[in-house]
């Protein structure tokens, strides 16, 4: 039941009362009585037009502006807000079959520029932590340094579009059901604040306009988990995933121990197997190819050491998956004059999303041909077909060129799906085109397992294995150590992904142990970074565990 008085919308569902005030949600209580909000609640900003510039404008606290709220049924009420710098919509209805407290906002200006629209929820109960799918999965009070005052932009960094607050008794969580690969983000703010972003599709030189994303808000008993699930029961329908699931290798569920950035080294097989049954361990091997590291993509034509590594450790029962690339290239290479008017470009600025070695990003045609010695790379928009038939024949290719096959091949810098200023090619996002990449894939050389980098709610889908990073890449140490102890992201995909580690993993000295803890309280599998056979006769003592945790 939603009734409207004034200003005052008060919301009733089967698993909660809420009451907003001129848009504000300043209560939010279980059917027990537990209030999750404070005071402090009706300070928000509520709904905010941002603009590109990061130059954000309250749609409500203004002398000049003025809010309407109506009520249009027992389950439905919206709330106007007329601004000098522009007009605001909330949306307010109530989902009677789970009694999720549904919020759609929207925001429009006839100023151009405009790039999202932010809807905060303030001054929930400090003593909640926040759980939420940032690199992996956090537990962490949500005023920890680590976290506040961030944009977390999905799917890259939220990695899926939920958050969680909680103690040891319940709390409430907020999350979106998008299927269309819509943009969003996730701002973390201070004293109790969090904003949620409904993006404009790039490019925003010109837009007026942003919305279109509902958010769920719904209370629970019980840990993190419990929401959770229900997250997770909703994705597996949403996308089908059961047939996903189907799809996976047998031999997935068996890997026990995961080498990243393993050399192609024979004597340290020899040794290796001696230790792990060798059908248990999945390599990860950069080093493959005719060209160099990162360089000439996409050309994958393999060495010839590598054949004859390959067909050893195949003999021995070893999974070997050689790293390929999902959007990176070199413009250099021939298949550029094809799809080189489809790179990345920021939604910001249209500057070119790419990197180099050594020198800043170039931006002429002549500078991105001429420097192959820096690495330059470029990245090409997922969506464009063209480029998903070239990298797909280019792997095929090389595959083929294997005497003694692989069953699995790595796709590199598949998280980087962003909204862009051309965000669109072929009617189709990043985030979608890059599980239509990892699927076409998939599909070569008789069906294949696809290992990738990081892992999302979109990658997940496609992926049988994710390299996943830790919190900001490069931390370590104790701030590293705090972000630890959170499986969400397994909890979540690990029914079709199965996530190893990244770097760092060489138990040389305390940093790496507290890496390589941290990835297995995140749910990976045991992971080591080795250079040679005498790594693995004489190991690092955190590499002896990781062994062992694998022979077990």
Request: glycine share 8%; aromatic share 10%; with cysteine.
């Amino acid at each position: 039941m939603i009734t409207v008085n004034g200003t005052t919308i008060t919301v009733s569902t089967k698993t909660l009362d809420a009451v907003l005030e001129a848009g504000t949600l300043v209560s939010l209580r279980s059917k027990s009585g537990r209030e999750y909000l404070t005071e402090a609640s009706a300070a928000s900003p509520t709904l905010e037009i941002v603009f590109r510039g990061r130059d954000k404008r309250p749609v409500k606290t203004c002398a000049q502006g003025r809010v309407v709220c109506t009520g249009l049924s027992d389950t439905c009420a919206e709330i106007r807000f007329d601004a000098l710098d522009g007009n605001g919509v909330l949306s307010v209805t109530e989902d009677e079959e789970n009694g999720d407290l549904c919020i759609e906002p929207e925001v429009s200006s006839a100023r151009y520029g405009v790039l999202a629209a932010r809807w905060t929820v303030s001054g929930f109960d400090p003593a909640m932590k926040l759980t939420a799918p940032f690199f992996q999965g956090i537990d962490m009070d949500p005023e920890d340094e680590l976290i506040r005052n961030r944009k977390w932009i999905w799917p890259h960094r939220w990695e899926a579009g939920l958050c969680i607050f909680h103690d040891d008794a319940g709390g409430f969580w907020v999350h979106c059901r998008d299927t269309a690969y819509r943009a969003k983000s996730l701002v973390t703010g201070e004293k109790q604040t969090i904003s949620f972003d409904s993006e404009a599709w790039g490019p925003v030189d010109r837009s007026l306009s942003a919305g279109g994303l509902i958010w769920r808000v719904n209370v629970f008993d019980g840990g993190w988990q419990v929401p959770a699930a229900e997250y997770r029961r909703w994705l597996w329908e949403a996308y089908g995933l059961g047939r996903e699931e189907a799809r996976r290798p047998a031999w997935q569920k068996d890997i026990r121990l995961a080498l990243s950035w393993a050399p192609a080294d024979q004597e340290l097989l020899k040794t290796l197997a001696k230790k792990v049954d060798p059908k248990t361990v999945l390599l990860h091997i950069p080093h493959w190819r005719t060209h160099g590291y990162d360089q000439c993509y996409p050309d994958f034509t393999p060495s010839e050491e590598f054949k004859e590594y390959l067909r050893f450790a195949r003999t021995l029962g070893f999974h070997v998956m050689p790293h390929a690339n999902s959007v990176d290239m070199d413009p250099s290479m021939p298949e550029y004059k094809y799809v080189g008017d489809f790179k990345y470009r920021d939604i910001e600025n249209g500057t070119l999303m790419g990197w180099s070695w050594g020198i800043p990003m170039p931006h002429t045609n002549t500078s991105l041909d001429e420097n192959r010695q820096y690495n330059v790379m470029v990245k090409i928009h997922p969506g464009l077909a063209l480029w998903r038939a070239l990298l797909a024949e280019n792997i095929e290719k090389a595959l083929g060129q294997l005497e003694y096959g692989t069953d699995v091949v790595f796709t590199d810098v598949t998280l980087c799906s962003y909204n862009l200023d051309n965000s669109l090619i072929d009617n189709t996002t990043t985030m979608e085109g890059m599980a239509r990449l990892i699927d076409h894939v998939s599909r070569i050389h008789g069906g294949i397992a696809v290992g990738g980098e990081g892992l999302n709610e979109i990658t997940m889908q496609k992926l049988s294995f994710a390299q996943v990073h830790l919190f900001d890449f490069n931390l370590n140490g104790e701030p590293l150590a705090r972000t630890g102890k959170c499986d969400l992201n397994r909890f979540l995909f690990g029914r079709l992904c199965v996530p190893f580690g990244y770097s760092g993993l060489g138990g040389r000295d305390r940093d790496e142990e507290i890496r390589s803890q941290v990835h297995l309280e995140h749910g990976a599998v045991p992971t080591i970074i080795v250079g040679n056979a005498g790594d693995i006769e004489t190991p690092t003592p955190e590499v002896a565990r990781m062994l062992k945790l694998a022979a077990e």
